[in-house]
Nanobody, 126 residues
Framework: QVQLVESGGGSVQPGGSLSLSCKYS????????IGWFRQAPGKERELVCC?????????CYSDSVKGRFAISMDSATHTLNLHMDSLRPEDTALYHC??????????????????WGQGTQVSVSS
């Protein structure tokens, strides 16, 4: 099991930057994936970026954020970070941290991720 607690959301103007953090509890797993999802009103939950125990799978998966968002993990502090630059109104959503300790795959399907944080709201508007 793992507990996840997000922080860092807020309101920002278009073109601005914001960083989100996900504090995760200590876990033991030979393979894992921890990622950021987002869900805008009326839309499905979308995998944004993911860190995997397989480094080849660590990247941002959403085409709309490539080049603007970056994900990183600090194992010493048990924190997953999402740095977001050049924010757009369409980035407005509830951002969730999710974890899968049964393997290294960053699934696009949210139902395949068993552990979730409560979410943190990001609002981008002028």
């Amino acid at each position: 099991q793992v507990q996840l607690v997000e922080s860092g959301g807020g309101s920002v103007q278009p073109g601005g930057s914001l960083s989100l953090s996900c504090k995760y509890s200590e876990f033991s797993a030979s393979g894992y994936a921890i990622g950021w999802f987002r869900q805008a009103p009326g839309k499905e939950r979308e995998l944004v970026c993911c860190v995997s125990s397989d480094p080849r799978r660590t990247r941002c998966y959403s085409d709309s954020v490539k080049g603007r968002f970056a994900i990183s993990m600090d194992s010493a502090t048990h924190t997953l970070n999402l740095h977001m630059d050049s924010l757009r109104p369409e980035d407005t959503a509830l951002y969730h941290c999710a974890a899968n300790l049964a393997g290294y795959i960053c699934y696009a399907t949210s139902a395949l991720w068993p552990y979730w944080g409560q979410g943190t709201q990001v609002s981008v508007s002028s």
